[in-house]
């Protein structure tokens, strides 16, 4: 199947059956396929959620026979909300890579979560759990997968903040081994049809810093901070990366409200493309980066989680990943430097033309990432002074 789209969504959209009936109906006619366990004479098909997100819209819908009960999300892969609003494009940022017409996101998701699927089932392994997809449907492609109950790495993280006792200490500690484990297993896969290769090396890092500190030079004016930030981090990559970055068919997204934690500390994960062949640091980064700039811990400047708690996580899921070999600590730092500077391009580009209370927020946060960035500057100093620049997590 051809995943290119040259029509612009709010034209295709117009064309597409996407409302809730289409999607009640099928699952009503498959679920004897999807769910065989169900006595089918007697159950019940509820719709109990309409997300519409930013780039998407997921039907939740529950099925119920009296004796079992299980849960089925459809997945849009673009908003008509927006769509129809047929809203002006922001000024455009900075980003790391292309955007697409996300109306071929379907098919890409489909056959990225199937081979996700197929794969961590056949391993037996019990830290890993697997999502059913249960299928595709076209004109759009919209992605039918079971529901997992477990809850997200995000939520379970709002309760274990510096403010909150921390009766899961150890189960989520363990969480966080088993997801660097599970992404070193992920990286172990190879490249789908549609997966493309992008910044293999060194020289490709550079150029990204260089796009993204220009743009914080046009959006905050403050040209002598992000010259020496740009110097510093190219100076320091051509002393640490190899010429041709270690690479993987990376998740893409590899975030805590991706990941799924069950009790015992097997984690899920989902929602990702494998669109990219790029450098497997930057899954790590963005990994580490979506917890230290997550909102709350910006907006309090570092009080929501500890210095101390934030360590104990990254040790426990770099340990998890690279397992017996060295941490090349100063790498995954270039890297988390990367993310943030696109991040923090980001909200400048968005917010720097706000009202006064977003203009006074996003100053605050160019405050504290300003601090963060020198902290992670002095972490990479730290781990070239150890000899070869890998370090240690802790």
């Excluded at 007697?42 to 309409?50: A, E, F, G, M, Q």
């Excluded at 699927?117 to 019990?126: A, G, I, K, M, P």
Aim: with cysteine.
């Amino acid at each position: 199947m051809d995943i290119t789209c040259t029509e612009p969504a709010q034209q295709l959209t117009a064309q597409i059956d996407v409302s809730e009936d289409r999607f009640t109906a099928h699952l009503r006619s498959h679920m004897h396929i999807y769910f065989p366990e169900l006595n089918t004479a007697s159950t019940t098909v509820r719709l109990i959620d309409h997300a519409v997100r930013q780039y998407s819209q997921l039907l939740q819908y529950e099925l119920t026979d009296g004796s079992f009960s299980r849960q089925a999300i459809y997945k849009i892969p673009f908003s008509l909300h927006d769509a129809a609003r047929g809203s002006t494009s922001p000024e455009e940022r900075p980003r790391l890579f292309s955007v697409v017409n996300p109306v071929s996101n379907g098919l890409r998701e489909y056959r990225a979560l199937k081979s996700v699927e197929d794969h961590f089932s056949s391993l037996n392994e019990t830290r890993f759990g697997v999502i059913a997809i249960l299928a595709l449907i076209e004109s759009p492609f919209v992605l039918v997968m079971e529901k997992c109950p477990d809850p997200d790495m995000k939520t379970l993280l709002k309760t274990s903040t510096r403010f909150h006792r921390h009766q899961d200490t150890e189960m989520l500690n363990c969480a966080f081994a088993n997801t660097g484990a599970w992404l070193n297993e992920f990286h172990t896969l190879p490249a789908l049809e549609h997966t493309e290769h992008r910044h293999k090396d060194r020289a490709c890092y550079a150029d990204a810093v260089n796009r993204f500190t220009t743009g914080l030079i046009q959006k905050t004016g403050n040209r002598g901070f992000f010259e020496e930030l740009r110097q510093r981090l190219t100076e320091t990559a051509t002393n640490i990366l190899p010429a041709e970055v270690p690479g993987a068919v990376i998740h893409g997204d590899f975030a805590p409200r991706n990941i799924l934690v069950r009790s015992d500390s097997r984690i899920t994960v989902f929602d990702t493309q494998r669109r990219w062949h790029a450098p497997l640091y930057e899954d790590l980064a963005y990994l580490l980066m979506s917890i230290k700039l997550a909102g709350p811990q910006v907006r309090s400047h570092g009080a929501v989680f500890s210095q101390r708690q934030l360590a104990t996580w990254e040790s426990a899921f770099l340990s998890g990943y690279f397992q017996n070999s060295p941490i090349p600590l100063a790498a995954v730092r270039l890297y988390e430097c990367l993310l943030m500077l696109e991040w923090w391009a980001a909200i400048n580009f968005r917010q720097s033309k706000g009202n006064l209370k977003q203009r006074i927020s996003l100053m605050m946060s160019n405050r504290y990432v300003s601090r963060h960035v020198k902290r992670l500057l002095s972490d990479i100093e730290f781990a070239k002074a150890e000899g070869t620049g890998t370090g240690t997590a802790s």
